[in-house]
């Protein structure tokens, strides 16, 4: 297996550009989430899902648009950039049954907006 | 609104010490606890998960403690390793939601 993989592994932009970040897993886990990571915080949760066509917003939401066509894929959209969303980026899966609830997480990606 | 808390935020140890990194969450109604260790410029990887039914985990030199009525969860680590030098960090996930809150993550150096 795989695990969870992300591309692209680092991204420059420019302010009001758009893009998508891809994550996918191949161990059929239901729950699927996104994460930013500042200099000096934890991780907080932006979207997650918990199976096809269902998402929900995390803690900081705005600016970032999600969907769950698939139970193997979640794109994270940024519509509009900004420098305040310069960060780095992981994407999550967990199967969410009964005690196994571990998440498992991808390698990252780095974003700079200009 | 849950909030989670790592104390210290640095820690430097000689190799061959027991050490103990501290994580507080203000809501005891979580659903479980997680231990993750991140190295520099890569993703987390879990290391224990505490249901909110249970009181403590072992994995290896790490044994994991949870309780909830305080807000406090422990990681101990036995005879740390220069391997063990890495961003140590801490989540729960409240009771009913889906949500994982983190902390800011122990810096720990273990040295030679």
């Known amino acids: 297996n795989a695990g969870v993989t992300q591309t692209p592994k680092f991204q420059v932009l420019k302010t009001g550009q758009s893009m998508t970040l891809q994550c996918a897993q191949d161990?059929?886990?239901?729950?699927m989430s996104w994460y930013r990571q500042d200099p000096g915080m934890g991780l907080r949760l932006i979207h997650y899902?918990?199976?096809?066509?269902?998402?929900d917003q995390g803690e900081v939401p705005n600016g970032y648009n999600v969907s769950r066509s698939t139970t193997e894929d979640f794109p994270l959209r940024l519509l509009s950039a900004a420098p305040s969303q310069t960060s780095v980026y992981f994407c999550?899966?967990?199967?969410?049954?009964?005690?196994?609830?571990?998440?498992?997480f991808g390698p990252g990606t780095r974003l700079l907006v200009l | 609104k849950q909030e989670v808390t790592q104390i210290p935020a640095a820690l430097s140890v000689p190799e061959g010490e027991n050490l103990v990194l501290n994580c507080s969450f203000t809501?005891?109604?979580?659903?479980?606890l997680q231990w993750f260790r991140q190295d520099p410029g890569k993703g987390l990887t879990s290391l224990l998960l505490?249901?909110?039914?249970?009181r403590e985990q072992t994995s290896g030199r790490l044994n994991a403690s949870l309780d909830k009525s305080s807000g406090r969860s422990t990681l101990y680590i036995a005879a740390s390793q220069p391997g063990d030098s890495a961003t140590y960090l801490c989540?729960?996930?409240?009771?009913?939601?889906?949500?994982?809150?983190f902390g800011a993550g122990t810096r720990l150096f273990v040295k030679a």
């Open positions: 999550a899966s967990s199967p969410w049954t009964g005690d196994q609830e571990t998440q498992y």
């Open positions: 161990m059929n886990h239901e729950y």
């Open positions: 899902s918990v199976g096809a066509g269902i998402t």
């Open positions: 809501d005891s109604a979580i659903y479980n």
């Open positions: 505490i249901q909110s039914s249970q």
């Open positions: 989540a729960v996930v409240n009771t009913g939601g889906f949500k994982t809150i």
